[in-house]
């Protein structure tokens, strides 16, 4: 990348000793001169960009310049194809407490009121049309109703899937 207003010119390749640049993956950095001039540079590891900054062997391709600066910049990583990428580290956050009763009640009321208005009511029923949908007997469909103990008992040795939602107590 050059700078805005720079031509290209002749091209300066570094290399490093004992370091095969071609197939070690390589850092680059944003990096700014005294005069502001700003351009990127690409080194083999931050100790190699560390020692040719201390040694003054990285310039300016505008104005020449010796006296750089590293940006701050956002991280990439690149990853060898047999190696495995490395696992985030997960921030502790602490789970959030239980809903008060209050709060409990609010949600319940909001999925009663979702499971209304978006599935099919079929009342005593819901057993036999549970059984028909999972077998692919009848359309598949979202729907709700009352089962027995007995029809759900029967339901979960057939492996289809249900979940019972508590009624919520409304004041009258």
């Given at each position: 990348?050059?700078?805005?207003?720079?031509?290209?010119?002749?091209?300066?390749?570094?290399?490093?000793?004992?370091?095969?640049?071609?197939?070690?993956?390589?850092?680059?950095?944003?990096?700014?001169?005294?005069?502001?001039?700003?351009?990127?540079?690409?080194?083999?590891?931050?100790?190699?960009?560390?020692?040719?900054?201390?040694?003054?062997?990285?310039?300016?391709?505008?104005?020449?310049?010796?006296?750089?600066?590293?940006?701050?910049?956002?991280?990439?990583?690149?990853?060898?194809?047999?190696?495995?990428?490395?696992?985030?580290?997960?921030?502790?956050?602490?789970?959030?407490?239980?809903?008060?009763?209050?709060?409990?009640?609010?949600?319940?009321?909001?999925?009663?009121?979702?499971?209304?208005?978006?599935?099919?009511?079929?009342?005593?029923?819901?057993?036999?049309?549970?059984?028909?949908?999972?077998?692919?007997?009848?359309?598949?469909?979202s729907i709700h109703g009352t089962a027995t103990p007995?029809?759900?008992?029967?339901?979960?040795?057939?492996?289809?899937?249900?979940?019972?939602?508590?009624?919520?107590?409304?004041?009258?």
């Amino acid at each position: 990348m050059l700078p805005s207003g720079s031509t290209a010119g002749p091209t300066r390749l570094l290399t490093t000793r004992g370091i095969d640049l071609i197939d070690s993956p390589m850092v680059v950095y944003d990096l700014i001169c005294k005069k502001q001039h700003r351009f990127e540079a690409w080194f083999p590891n931050y100790e190699e960009y560390q020692k040719q900054a201390d040694k003054k062997l990285i310039s300016c391709p505008t104005c020449g310049s010796t006296r750089i600066e590293k940006l701050p910049h956002a991280c990439a990583v690149h990853v060898k194809k047999e190696q495995p990428a490395p696992v985030p580290k997960k921030t502790e956050k602490a789970p959030p407490g239980p809903p008060s009763p209050a709060e409990f009640k609010e949600m319940l009321l909001r999925v009663h009121h979702y499971i209304k208005e978006n599935f099919e009511d079929v009342g005593s029923r819901f057993a036999e049309e549970a059984r028909q949908i999972h077998c692919g007997k009848t359309e598949e469909r979202s729907i709700h109703g009352t089962a027995t103990p007995e029809e759900r008992a029967e339901l979960t040795e057939e492996g289809i899937p249900y979940a019972i939602l508590p009624k919520p107590e409304l004041d009258s």
